[in-house]
């Protein structure tokens, strides 16, 4: 069976643009959750999304937005990119009944 | 106050010796779930093994085991029998919640750097 996949793997943008990040679960997941990973540290939680609906929110401001399909796909949303949003961005889906989460091999974000 | 820590920064070990990784946790809930994370240099973060609040004994998977100490909220890794793969960041995590529900953050520490030498 396939992984969690995430596109696209690299991005760079520039300070106030936006981005845009892709994510497909294993299937038949229709849980989806969202980390940042900074250089040095350990993932931070964003978001978590199931069937549909937002179900978790970290600390993050409100440029962080996210939404999930009904194909439980889920796009993560950064508006007015800063330098301190780059990062390591991870997704992850969980089967029902299920505490594991399973990671994509994460969207790399360089913000100059 | 930090849900999750490692105070490892970097562990070596030997090729074929055993090696244990250090893990607390700080939770008020009864509910909750431990887990091990490895991250190779490619970045993508591979589950290794899970134990459950209430289960009574050590979670096992192959080289790994988790050496769970509830009193002391301690959750240790064990990989026996290193191999030179085994060399990435680990990291433990920690998700609050009942059992067998799909939902819940993971809490993640800062990760320990595993070096396996020849």
């Known amino acids: 069976d396939a992984g969690v996949t995430q596109s696209p793997t690299h991005l760079i943008k520039t300070r106030g643009q936006h981005v845009t990040l892709r994510c497909s679960p294993i299937?038949?997941?229709?849980?989806v959750s969202w980390y940042q990973q900074v250089l040095g540290q350990g993932p931070q939680f964003i978001f978590q999304?199931?069937?549909?609906?937002?179900?978790g929110r970290g600390n993050f401001p409100d440029r962080f937005s996210a939404r999930q399909f009904p194909n439980y796909s889920s796009e993560l949303n950064v508006n007015a990119l800063l330098l301190g949003d780059s990062a390591l961005y991870l997704c992850?889906?969980?089967?029902?009944?299920?505490?594991?989460?399973?990671f994509g091999p994460g969207t790399r974000l360089l913000v100059l | 106050a930090q849900k999750i820590t490692q105070t490892q920064p970097g562990m070596f070990v030997q090729e074929k010796e055993a090696v244990t990784l250090d893990c607390t946790y700080d939770?008020?809930?009864?509910?909750?779930?431990l887990f091990w994370y490895k991250q190779p240099s490619s970045g993508e973060m591979i589950f290794l093994i899970y134990?459950?609040?209430?289960?009574?004994q050590n979670a096992t998977e192959g080289r790994y085991s988790l050496n769970f100490q509830k009193a002391r909220k301690s959750a240790n890794l064990v990989i026996s029998a290193s191999q030179l793969g085994d060399s990435a960041m680990y990291f433990c995590?920690?998700?609050?919640?009942?059992?067998?529900?799909?939902?819940?953050?993971?809490?993640f520490g800062r990760g320990t750097q595993l070096t396996v030498w020849p």
């Open positions: 995590a920690m998700r609050e919640g009942d059992r067998g529900s799909t939902l819940g953050r993971l809490y």
């Open positions: 299937s038949g997941h229709k849980s």
């Open positions: 999304y199931y069937e549909k609906e937002e179900r």
């Open positions: 992850a889906s969980s089967p029902p009944y299920k505490e594991t989460q399973y």
């Open positions: 939770t008020s809930d009864q509910s909750y779930g």
């Open positions: 134990q459950g609040s209430y289960d009574e």
